[in-house]
């Protein structure tokens, strides 16, 4: 399998006219670096490629259970990638590796001409191995971590049941990690620090102190207060590297697994560059409705001219609308405004107004009727450089006078700069048109910093932990040996599937996974008929499952853990909400079946639910 993977990388960068992929093994495991031809446009023309970098990983998209790391940066149209590793085993040595790999593939203005720099900062989730070879590849580029997922982490310790936190306790200790966490200053970190070790609920729970002790000596991680020197431009989450794994999974992939490592890696050479030419390509071309939130057009329609004032070649002065006396500066080049939200460049109404009154370029907003954004995005989609003389021009309005920061300037007379009439019809059809399908992030109000990350536990205290975890390693086999020999009706068989199972497991990543899911799941049954049993048997492993917790938000009933797809519900599932059917039925697992409704012979009912009067598939009389 080595030599075909090699042989594929081969025959792709053949076809590229350039290195673009690179495969490695260390220690008999395997790595694999991925840079293609779109990703490195990204590197090189897209500013927020040298300012934040997101990195995730997941896996069970194929069948020996490899993990993908995507590396992506933001924009109006959501994710863009800037690289991809291929891994079977999330050590350090191993990321390590990839990392390096994946820098030997990039091109000499990578990170937007920072190159071997990297970004300025890196968000990524809360794994060790991650942030150590992040740090020892890109020493210069700040770590900083996700908020969601700290949060998270803290919900899961309050629930865990060896914490013995009372359950109406756990939403009062949850938010004072919270007001931690969103504190404006590192004077008001420090003082609800100290309310959160005075407070009467938390000292009942020493375990939940000791923990936020930890959790607060690395608090310029992920504490917003620190992070106002960096260029998040309101990206406190790493959303937008959830959802580009959930493209992987759902459009990429259509929730089957790959066969081997083989058709995994063609498939994100082929699949998924062309999902993202053809997302770029249609924000290039005005079509929004699909890729688009109305987060990157917040409104600032009703900011009037005279409120709005040009000071120099790129900064502007917009006055408050609620406090007369209070003005914001807005730099376009920068894309930033004094404003709580435009602080560290998020998209703020201030900015929008300048974009409109004065048809200014801005990353932060949609290229509407910004031709010049408008063939960026389009050679970031297919390479293409030459296009056509207004070809992005609107059908309405006339000539648009388009000032592009950083690119032209100089050939744009700011004297007589005047404000652009925009055919305000389209642009609220625009507007109204929007359908937001995903909610690329939360608006956090602080300003941030952060510092270079910690160096790892000492020497001493690893091995001391790997001496504690393999003494109960030893006694767990150990009771497990006696339950055997005591009972070896009951536990032979078991035993037997036991061993077989892990011989089975063939990465480090496999059994990484199996360690950490052992017995969690024990004792689900789903109702199911003989025949659907047999046709899950002859499908098991080939489906790419859902995360558990995404079965207890569902409001339609879908036995197991099957991708739940937009549009039409298929016919097995019931139409009847998941709380209907366990009041009625006792379990969420069982379908009930439809009943048989008469049809109904009101006009307006059928209009507005789009049905024949009179006539019904399931009417009976």
């Not at 350039?18 to 840079?35: M, R, S, Y």
């Not at 405004?337 to 602080?343: A, E, K, N």
């Not at 006694?475 to 035993?495: F, R, W």
């Not at 052992?518 to 109702?527: A, D, L």
Request: charge should be positive; glycine fraction near 6%.
């Amino acid at each position: 399998m080595i030599r075909d993977l090699e042989d594929s990388v081969k025959s792709y960068n053949s076809q590229q006219g350039e290195e673009c992929g690179k495969v490695a093994q260390i220690n008999g495991k395997l790595v694999i670096a991925l840079c293609t031809p779109i990703m490195k446009r990204v590197h090189t023309k897209h500013k927020f490629s040298g300012e934040l970098v997101f990195i995730d990983a997941s896996g069970g998209m194929d069948r020996y259970d490899c993990r993908i790391f995507m590396i992506l940066t933001h924009s109006t149209a959501g994710g863009l990638p800037l690289g991809c590793l291929i891994v079977t085993s999330e050590s350090r040595e191993v990321i390590t590796l990839a990392l390096k790999l994946y820098q030997v593939l990039l091109a000499k203005d990578a990170y937007f001409g920072r190159r071997t720099r990297g970004p300025v900062a890196f968000l990524s989730d809360d794994c060790e191995a991650e942030k150590q070879s992040l740090h020892e590849v890109y020493p210069e580029s700040a770590l900083i971590l996700c908020v969601f997922h700290l949060l998270q982490a803290i919900c899961r310790f309050l629930w865990e049941g060896k914490n013995a936190i009372r359950k109406d306790h756990r939403p009062e200790l949850l938010q004072l990690v919270k007001n931690m966490t969103y504190a404006s200053s590192e004077e008001v970190l420090q003082e609800t620090y100290a309310t959160l070790q005075a407070n009467d609920v938390a000292t009942r729970y020493p375990r939940y102190i000791a923990h936020c002790e930890k959790v607060y000596n690395r608090r310029h991680m992920w504490a917003i207060c620190y992070r106002k020197d960096l260029p998040l431009r309101g990206n406190n989450t790493n959303n937008y590297a959830e959802a580009t794994m959930r493209i992987l999974k759902d459009q990429i992939f259509e929730r089957v697994r790959a066969y081997n490592i083989v058709q995994l890696l063609d498939f994100l050479l082929t699949r998924m560059t062309s999902y993202y030419e053809r997302r770029i390509t249609d924000l290039a071309n005005g079509r929004v409705d699909v890729t688009i939130s109305r987060r990157f057009l917040p409104g600032g329609s009703s900011i009037p001219r005279e409120m709005v004032k040009k000071v120099t070649q790129n900064t502007y002065e917009v006055r408050s609308q609620t406090d007369a006396d209070t003005t914001y500066e807005v730099d376009m080049s920068l894309a930033m405004c004094t404003c709580f939200v435009g602080i560290n460049g998020a998209p703020c109404k201030h900015q929008y107004a300048i974009v409109r009154l004065f048809n200014v370029t801005s990353l932060n907003f949609l290229p509407l009727n910004d031709e010049v954004q408008q063939k960026q995005m389009l050679y970031l989609a297919t390479g293409q450089e030459n296009v056509r003389e207004r070809w992005f021009a609107p059908l309405k309005g006339g000539n648009v006078l388009v000032a592009h920061d950083g690119v032209n300037n100089d050939e744009v007379d700011h004297d007589v700069f005047e404000p652009v009439p925009v055919d305000s019809d389209h642009e609220q059809t625009m507007l109204d048109s929007l359908n937001t399908q995903r909610m690329l992030q939360n608006q956090f109000d602080a300003r941030n910093k952060t510092a270079p990350a910690t160096a790892s536990t000492s020497n001493g205290i690893q091995v001391d932990r790997i001496a504690t975890l393999e003494e109960g390693l030893k006694d767990t086999t150990a009771s497990l040996i006696d339950m055997l020999k005591a009972n070896p009706e009951e536990y032979a068989e078991p035993v037997a599937m036991f061993i077989k199972q892990f011989q089975t497991l063939k990465t480090s990543s496999a059994v990484v996974g199996a360690l950490k899911t052992f017995g969690k799941y024990t004792g689900v049954s789903i109702s199911l008929s003989e025949a659907r049993k047999s046709k899950l048997r002859r499908k098991r492993g080939t489906a790419i499952k859902v995360q558990p917790a995404a079965i207890s938000r569902r409001t339609t009933v879908l036995g197991g853990r099957r991708c739940l797809q937009t549009g039409r519900k298929p016919k097995e599932i019931c139409t009847q909400t998941k709380r209907k059917v366990q009041g009625e039925m006792g379990t969420s697992q069982l379908m009930p079946k439809k009943r048989p409704r008469r049809a109904p012979h009101d006009l307006s009912q059928c209009v507005t639910n789009n049905e024949n009067i009179g006539k019904n598939k399931s009417s009976k009389w």
